[in-house]
């Protein structure tokens, strides 16, 4: 599992089987390649050089290291991650020019919430 943080260094989130988590359990997106598709089957941001970015260029988290959450729920995750899979209708990935600045918002409000996997 790839541990997220945001520019204030608190987790953001994480990728766990190329699937975007936020702390709660929320699945946010699927990270194919280098795109990562939400949770409306289109592509929301890229992943690379070991950072998440808006399509915009922007900073959305970072790499801090690996570790574990104690509460992932395998099934569930991958049950989430096939319903955003099942939207995905144009695979086409826009190129990404880093700006180098931090985005203005959360994970969560740049990938739309839908419901947490840990909750049920």
Request: with cysteine.
């Amino acid at each position: 599992m790839v541990l997220l943080a945001d520019s204030t260094r608190q987790p953001a989130g994480f990728v766990h089987h190329n699937i975007l988590v936020l702390p709660d359990g929320t699945v946010i997106g699927v990270l194919l390649g280098h795109c990562i598709f939400g949770p409306d089957g289109t592509v929301k941001a890229k992943y690379f050089r070991k950072t998440l970015f808006s399509l915009q260029g922007k900073i959305l988290a970072k790499n801090t290291g690996t570790g574990t959450h104690p509460d992932v729920d395998e099934k569930k995750l991958i049950e989430e991650a096939w319903k955003i899979i099942s939207l995905i209708k144009n695979h086409s990935c826009p190129v990404v020019e880093p700006t180098g600045d931090w985005s203005g918002v959360t994970l969560a409000v740049h990938f739309g919430e839908v419901a947490s996997v840990f909750s049920s």
